[in-house]
């Protein structure tokens, strides 16, 4: 075992500790009544002094309507109430009751008391290591969170031309997707890491040229379009993926009107691009952009039987 995977498993092993330690196992927390998720509600109020659900809702990774519920009962039973704000009276402000704060009290003394006596199981040292590694560890994970979160895309941009990485980057979102969706292998894998290989050497070419979805400085989506490989002035539109976190977002919708564009602007006589009858999603957007099937049968240049699918888009020349 490596020492990166012996790293992860050590991770992993004390977070399940941790979380049945700390009570993330019963329906209730902290010696309250309430779920996990009502004692951290309103810690983060206490926290905070007074917020709206908006806020909670990015804080705590729930669904809206799951936060409007629990809100909705906390305010019933006299732990949160409601204030208009008073920048716009239409935003209602959340904050604790003197209810809500008895309770925040004894939460935090519960809570303490399980820290304090966790602590004098170990060194001074120790609990140095432990306080910061935890806060690097929770920190690390709240950041992946925040570049998978399909609301948080307002910093997500669209770049083109070569970027570190880049090769690796998409034949690892390719390699991932269809492996764990397709059951497609490592022959696929490597057929994508040689094709893009041999694409970034021709990437001087103006016919050629590539895209990137960027996420806080992180390639989370890409499209390539290849003007020589076909011949006969035809653009091929190539590795167009997306990171799980970022489908739905617009951003595969943004790298296709790039990637046509540039298609437009050069006259190619056509676009085509491969690919199979499974990715319903795919050819939706494909024929939004005025792609249509031209042909289909049963192959296995992916390295597994499926069937097969090309599409055309005419240029403009070609377009009444």
Known sequence: MSAESE?????????????????????????????PSVVHTLLEVENKGTMTAAQLVQILGLEKSSVSRMLAK????????????????????LRLTAQGKKTVAEINRYSNQRVISALKKISPYQQQVVSQGLTFYANALQACRKDSDPDNHSSLKIVAGYHAGMIG???????????REYDFGSFFEAKVATGLADFAGRLDKECNQVWLAMLNDRIVGSV???????????????WFILDDGCRGSGAGRK???EAMKFCDERKFSAVQLWTFNQLTAA?????????????EWQGDQ???????????????????
């Open 7 to 35: 790293i992860i498993k050590q991770i992993r092993v004390a977070s399940r500790l941790m979380v049945r330690e700390l009570g993330f196992m019963s329906n209730t927390l902290a010696a309250t009544e309430y779920s």
């Open 74 to 93: 906390l305010i019933h039973i006299g732990e949160l109430e409601e204030t208009p704000s008073a920048e716009d009276a239409r935003i209602k402000q």
């Open 169 to 179: 980057r998409i034949t690892e979102m390719h390699g991932t997707f269809y492996a």
């Open 224 to 238: 390539a379009i290849d003007g020589e490989d076909l011949g006969n002035n035809e653009a091929h539109l190539r």
């Open 255 to 257: 790298l296709i009107a």
């Open 283 to 295: 050819r939706h957007l494909y024929e939004s952009f005025g792609f249509k099937l031209t042909k």
């Open 302 to 320: 992916w390295g597994t039987s499926i069937m097969e699918q090309q599409f055309t888009r005419s240029g403009p020349m070609n377009n009444p």
